[in-house]
């Protein structure tokens, strides 16, 4: 008798457990006739951690473009990068709007961005 009743509980419990899918399961098909899981149907790129991530490392760059750079080189980064509100320009287009050449822009632009990059390697940077 109690042989049976094991069996009568296993049949029980695979009953309730029948309606039980697991998320990798295929759940439906999609229009090209792919199947679905409950995955794929649940799932979505959560971003927020990366989001957080970018926001305060471009706060710590605008704080860093307005510490650690001179005057010149914090126009160039800003117009050159579209930073507080410049459109993003050339090279050729910084140095005509400054009267200077287009390889002192250069050079003052590669040692600007050696300064920020300095900055950032820094272990509280």
């Known amino acids: ?20 899918i697991s998320i990798s399961d295929p759940i439906d098909t999609d229009k090209d ?7 794929d149907v ?10 957080v991530d970018l926001k305060i490392k471009s706060e710590r760059l605008h704080q860093y473009i307005k510490t650690a750079l001179d005057g010149r080189e914090r126009l160039i980064i800003q117009m050159r990068y579209g930073i507080d509100g410049h459109t993003p320009k050339t090279q050729r287009e910084v140095a005509e709007k400054l009267s200077i050449s287009r390889s002192y822009v250069s050079r003052i632009e590669k040692k600007a961005l050696g300064e920020l990059k300095v900055m950032f390697s820094k272990p509280n940077g």
């Open 33 to 39: 006739g792919n199947q679905l899981t409950l995955m």
């Open 42 to 51: 649940v799932s979505c790129d959560d971003t927020v951690l990366d989001d």
């Open 1 to 20: 008798m109690s042989i049976a009743n094991e069996i009568l509980m296993y049949f029980r419990n695979q009953k309730k457990s029948s309606q039980d």
